[in-house]
């Protein structure tokens, strides 16, 4: 793939006129010899710069950024990217200042992803501004970095609403925006689906631009590779940009600062990154070859390719050897070289994808953030002068944080004991382990599929791996959870955080359906627990179980301030038995996890109506208690099954049970409480409750309405 016609007017092209040969040999020289002559200025976070347009804003006194909105006259002009369209390039830098501090100040009341949306403000204008969407499609991976993008697409009198029940989404949504063209909030799919567009759009006859933005880590996950290859077999016209903002591992809160960046990957993108000089020969080679033209060109074709091969080694031969003409790296806080870059691509007649590697730097523009991307990827609310968070107290800490807890304790007694994760080791709680055990704690990036079947290498050399991944997470590795553990019966435990219902991360980050994936595979054990004591419990029963994989799941949120075993050391269950935790008459409720502690609420409910529920913790899903399940249903008129998971899942394995034992063919109610078939958005976790109908007072409504207490039903929901 080699488009040798390009000439993009960098910095070198713009300070060296091709008519002066004489400049460009001595510039030639200079690059031979190795010397940087295009060293960009840093950015100076303290550094207050006059606004385009005579606008001033003073920074606080006791902060380092501004403590009042500045003015954005600019900005409040611009309500849809074509606003922007006969804008100056001075007056599009104007536009990037204004943009910046409109994030800044709109996620300080919402909280959200704050640093990846600050790093791309000057690429989503340049894109905004060169390009014609929505009829051009362009696709923002993961979708945490897309809050400039939705300023610039008629929200922006929105953003206060983000990730608020009925509000904006965190990430792009198809039903929210026309500009937002496909939906994301998971990694590495941007490649896959622009590249589906684009073959549409061919097959139509069309003649849209189709531009897929990826990085923050996703090029690290296979589907990104596999999406380029095929892009180079097809050769369809897209652009690919990688935003590298130097990047692999999500910096989510690490405990000493930002960790450098896993895998190879990184290395190479470094390399990339660090031989500017070829570079710069390459588009001086191309520049003379334009002028002179004739037997020149085949010489200047053999330096292009000589340039690209040694940039790195063969680094960006790495995309080019997959079919994408590679362009890069380009400043990605360069108005101009953005503009210009992007302008060239988008009318040169090319044939084939193109990939521009573009640098950024996470947090641009806020000092807070450039000093620690780890601790503002995702904020809460904060005050922008300072940068202070301000995190509500809590009496007990996270399920997260209790989990690593449980683990560390285990690491302590079996040496043997391991933890993986994918890029998420603040998410996750891993980096407290990873503080602890370094050697024994692996980040393997956002790669799911590897990160299980790592695991299952590491059960198969007798270590006992704990693969703790989100619930939505490991959606994507579902394959190999089937064909690479649960069939060879492997002893790898998952830990999947996240269960259930997520508040402001909205559907793409709710863990719905684990129970309903795993409980599903003939060798799993699939446990939950219904408070923080009963976590560290399980991590000790899933330590314990050597012969077969299992698994336990937890929500996101804190405890309910149990006391904790001692010394955080668990003690293992017998796998397959439930607990009663009230005993009571008529109607049975047996809870699955974080659902039990809504059970004792509902059944505190009834209480004041005469009514005295039995509550039961089933704590296992497979195997079930039968036993328990036995007796619950002889004993009781109703047997209501609760949880915070699909259908399919834990009431499901229970009705199963009772049809083949016999127990659905007396008298005995059985009714399951689970969320409801459909995907519910974003919101408080207190609202999403409501709508799927698990709150304590539905679950009472449900129990007075199988008794025909209709009356008393209506009560309780007003």
Same mark, same amino acid.
């Given at each position: 793939?080699?488009?040798?016609?390009?000439?993009?007017?960098?910095?070198?092209?713009?300070?060296?006129?091709?008519?002066?040969?004489?400049?460009?040999?001595?510039?030639?020289?200079?690059?031979?010899?190795?010397?940087?002559?295009?060293?960009? #200025?840093?950015?100076?976070?303290?550094?207050?710069?006059?606004?385009?347009?005579?606008?001033?804003?003073?920074? #606080?006194?006791?902060?380092?950024?501004?403590?009042?909105?500045?003015?954005?006259?600019?900005?409040?002009?611009?309500?849809?990217?074509?606003?922007?369209?006969?804008?100056?390039?001075?007056?599009?830098?104007?536009?990037?200042?204004?943009?910046?501090?409109?994030?800044?100040?709109?996620?300080?009341?919402?909280?959200?992803?704050?640093?990846?949306?600050?790093?791309?403000?000057?690429?989503?204008?340049?894109?905004?501004?060169?390009?014609?969407?929505?009829?051009?499609?362009?696709?923002?991976?993961?979708?945490?970095?897309?809050?400039?993008?939705?300023?610039?697409?008629?929200?922006?009198?929105?953003?206060?609403?983000?990730?608020?029940?009925?509000?904006?989404?965190?990430?792009?949504?198809?039903?929210?925006?026309?500009?937002?063209?496909?939906?994301?909030?998971?990694?590495?799919?941007?490649?896959?689906?622009?590249?589906?567009?684009?073959?549409?759009?061919?097959?139509?006859?069309?003649?849209?631009?189709?531009?897929?933005?990826?990085?923050?880590?996703?090029?690290?996950?296979?589907?990104?590779?596999?999406?380029?290859?095929?892009?180079?077999?097809?050769?369809?016209?897209?652009?690919?940009?990688?935003?590298?903002?130097?990047?692999?591992?999500?910096?989510?809160?690490?405990?000493?600062?930002?960790?450098?960046?896993?895998?190879?990957? #990184?290395?190479?993108?470094?390399?990339?990154?660090?031989?500017?000089?070829?570079?710069?020969?390459?588009?001086?080679?191309?520049?003379?070859?334009?002028?002179?033209?004739?037997?020149?060109?085949?010489?200047?074709?053999?330096?292009?390719?000589?340039?690209?091969?040694?940039?790195?080694?063969?680094?960006?031969?790495?995309?080019?050897?997959?079919?994408?003409?590679?362009?890069?790296?380009?400043?990605?806080?360069?108005?101009?070289?953005?503009?210009?870059?992007?302008?060239e691509v988008k009318i040169t007649k090319t044939t084939g994808p193109v990939l521009i590697h573009v640098i950024t730097e996470k947090g641009r523009g806020y000092p807070y953030a450039e000093k620690a991307a780890d601790k503002y990827h995702g904020v809460t609310k904060f005050d922008p002068a300072t940068g202070k968070q301000f995190k509500a107290s809590a009496k007990t800490q996270s399920y997260t944080t209790y989990f690593a807890e449980a683990l560390i304790a285990e690491a302590e007694a079996d040496k043997d004991v391991v933890a993986i994760h994918a890029a998420?080791?603040?998410?996750?709680?891993?980096?407290?382990?990873?503080?602890?055990?370094?050697?024994?704690?692996?980040?393997?990036?956002?790669?799911?599929?590897?990160?299980?079947?790592?695991?299952?290498?590491?059960?198969?050399?007798?270590?006992k791996p704990f693969c703790t991944i989100y619930s939505s997470f490991l959606q994507r590795a579902y394959d190999q959870v089937v064909h690479d553990v649960d069939l060879q019966k492997l002893p790898v435990r998952f830990a999947m955080d996240r269960a259930g219902l997520v508040g402001a991360d909205g559907p793409t980050h709710c863990g719905a359906f684990d129970v309903t994936f795993m409980a599903c595979l003939p060798n799993m054990v699939v446990m939950a627990p219904s408070d923080e004591a009963e976590l560290f419990h399980m991590v000790a029963t899933a330590a314990a179980i050597d012969d077969r994989p299992s698994c336990f799941r937890y929500p996101r949120g804190n405890g309910v301030g149990v006391q904790l075993p001692v010394g955080n050391k668990g003690i293992p269950l017998e796998v397959g038995k439930g607990r009663i935790l009230i005993e009571g008459e008529r109607v049975a409720l047996l809870g699955y996890g974080a659902a039990v502690q809504s059970c004792l609420a509902a059944a505190a409910l009834v209480e004041t109506h005469g009514l005295h529920l039995t509550v039961a913790d089933a704590r296992f899903c497979k195997p079930l208690d039968h036993a328990l399940i036995r007796s619950l249903a002889k004993s009781h008129e109703v047997l209501i099954t609760v949880e915070e998971g699909s259908i399919g899942g834990f009431g499901s394995h229970v009705a199963q049970f009772m049809a083949l034992d016999g127990l659905l063919d007396g008298k005995i109610k059985w009714r399951p409480l689970v969320l409801p078939d459909r995907y519910i958005d974003h919101g408080s976790p207190s609202d999403q409750l409501i709508e799927a109908g698990l709150t304590p007072s539905h679950i009472a409504a449900t129990v007075f309405n199988i008794l025909g207490q209709t009356r008393e039903a209506l009560k309780i929901m007003t």
């Amino acid at each position: 793939m080699a488009l040798c016609t390009f000439q993009f007017p960098g910095q070198l092209s713009r300070a060296v006129s091709n008519s002066d040969p004489l400049k460009q040999n001595s510039l030639i020289s200079h690059l031979f010899l190795g010397t940087d002559l295009l060293s960009h #200025s840093q950015h100076k976070p303290n550094q207050i710069k006059k606004r385009a347009g005579g606008v001033y804003a003073s920074l #606080s006194e006791t902060g380092e950024y501004h403590s009042q909105r500045p003015p954005t006259p600019l900005l409040d002009t611009i309500n849809y990217p074509i606003h922007m369209k006969n804008l100056s390039i001075k007056e599009l830098k104007q536009l990037t200042d204004e943009l910046r501090s409109d994030v800044i100040f709109n996620v300080s009341k919402t909280g959200g992803h704050l640093g990846s949306s600050l790093g791309v403000v000057e690429l989503t204008v340049a894109l905004h501004y060169v390009f014609n969407a929505p009829q051009d499609k362009i696709l923002w991976d993961v979708g945490h970095q897309s809050y400039p993008h939705k300023i610039l697409t008629g929200r922006r009198n929105k953003m206060q609403t983000m990730r608020q029940t009925n509000g904006l989404a965190g990430f792009t949504k198809r039903s929210e925006s026309v500009y937002d063209c496909f939906g994301t909030g998971h990694s590495s799919t941007t490649i896959s689906a622009g590249l589906g567009m684009a073959v549409g759009r061919d097959l139509k006859g069309g003649k849209n631009k189709v531009v897929a933005i990826i990085g923050d880590g996703a090029m690290t996950a296979g589907q990104a590779y596999e999406a380029m290859n095929n892009a180079g077999y097809l050769d369809s016209d897209m652009i690919v940009i990688l935003n590298d903002n130097k990047q692999v591992s999500l910096p989510t809160a690490s405990l000493d600062g930002p960790i450098p960046p896993v895998g190879a990957l #990184s290395s190479a993108l470094s390399r990339l990154q660090s031989n500017r000089p070829l570079r710069e020969l390459r588009e001086v080679a191309k520049g003379v070859t334009k002028q002179i033209g004739g037997p020149m060109h085949e010489l200047a074709s053999k330096v292009d390719e000589y340039a690209r091969g040694l940039i790195s080694g063969s680094g960006s031969t790495l995309f080019e050897e997959l079919g994408l003409y590679y362009i890069g790296p380009v400043d990605g806080h360069s108005i101009d070289d953005l503009v210009a870059i992007l302008e060239e691509v988008k009318i040169t007649k090319t044939t084939g994808p193109v990939l521009i590697h573009v640098i950024t730097e996470k947090g641009r523009g806020y000092p807070y953030a450039e000093k620690a991307a780890d601790k503002y990827h995702g904020v809460t609310k904060f005050d922008p002068a300072t940068g202070k968070q301000f995190k509500a107290s809590a009496k007990t800490q996270s399920y997260t944080t209790y989990f690593a807890e449980a683990l560390i304790a285990e690491a302590e007694a079996d040496k043997d004991v391991v933890a993986i994760h994918a890029a998420m080791g603040g998410g996750t709680g891993l980096n407290l382990f990873l503080r602890r055990f370094p050697s024994r704690c692996f980040d393997v990036g956002i790669a799911e599929q590897h990160a299980v079947t790592f695991a299952a290498g590491l059960a198969c050399e007798g270590l006992k791996p704990f693969c703790t991944i989100y619930s939505s997470f490991l959606q994507r590795a579902y394959d190999q959870v089937v064909h690479d553990v649960d069939l060879q019966k492997l002893p790898v435990r998952f830990a999947m955080d996240r269960a259930g219902l997520v508040g402001a991360d909205g559907p793409t980050h709710c863990g719905a359906f684990d129970v309903t994936f795993m409980a599903c595979l003939p060798n799993m054990v699939v446990m939950a627990p219904s408070d923080e004591a009963e976590l560290f419990h399980m991590v000790a029963t899933a330590a314990a179980i050597d012969d077969r994989p299992s698994c336990f799941r937890y929500p996101r949120g804190n405890g309910v301030g149990v006391q904790l075993p001692v010394g955080n050391k668990g003690i293992p269950l017998e796998v397959g038995k439930g607990r009663i935790l009230i005993e009571g008459e008529r109607v049975a409720l047996l809870g699955y996890g974080a659902a039990v502690q809504s059970c004792l609420a509902a059944a505190a409910l009834v209480e004041t109506h005469g009514l005295h529920l039995t509550v039961a913790d089933a704590r296992f899903c497979k195997p079930l208690d039968h036993a328990l399940i036995r007796s619950l249903a002889k004993s009781h008129e109703v047997l209501i099954t609760v949880e915070e998971g699909s259908i399919g899942g834990f009431g499901s394995h229970v009705a199963q049970f009772m049809a083949l034992d016999g127990l659905l063919d007396g008298k005995i109610k059985w009714r399951p409480l689970v969320l409801p078939d459909r995907y519910i958005d974003h919101g408080s976790p207190s609202d999403q409750l409501i709508e799927a109908g698990l709150t304590p007072s539905h679950i009472a409504a449900t129990v007075f309405n199988i008794l025909g207490q209709t009356r008393e039903a209506l009560k309780i929901m007003t």
